[in-house]
């Protein structure tokens, strides 16, 4: 019998500092709070690689001229 209750106290324990120092959860409590991964983007469909390719042949133009 003492053996049941230690393993309930054991259980219990380890529940209680999960819930303590576990991950991290949204407000709500049922996701995460991170935000879901998006899935890679190919060079030419990211919007930041192109930007920046822009700025890139915008300056490189701009030395020449000038």
Request: no cysteine.
């Given at each position: 019998m003492?053996?049941?209750?230690?393993?309930?106290?054991a259980?219990?324990v380890?529940?209680?500092?999960?819930r303590?120092?576990?991950?991290?959860?949204?407000?709500?409590g049922d996701?995460?709070?991170?935000?879901?991964?998006?899935?890679?983007?190919a060079p030419?469909?990211d919007?930041?690689?192109?930007?920046?390719?822009a700025?890139?042949?915008?300056?490189k133009?701009?030395?020449?001229?000038g």
């Amino acid at each position: 019998m003492i053996y049941a209750l230690a393993a309930i106290g054991a259980l219990t324990v380890t529940v209680l500092m999960w819930r303590a120092f576990g991950p991290v959860r949204d407000a709500a409590g049922d996701g995460p709070a991170t935000a879901p991964r998006r899935a890679p983007l190919a060079p030419d469909d990211d919007p930041d690689f192109l930007r920046r390719l822009a700025e890139q042949q915008r300056d490189k133009k701009n030395d020449e001229q000038g």
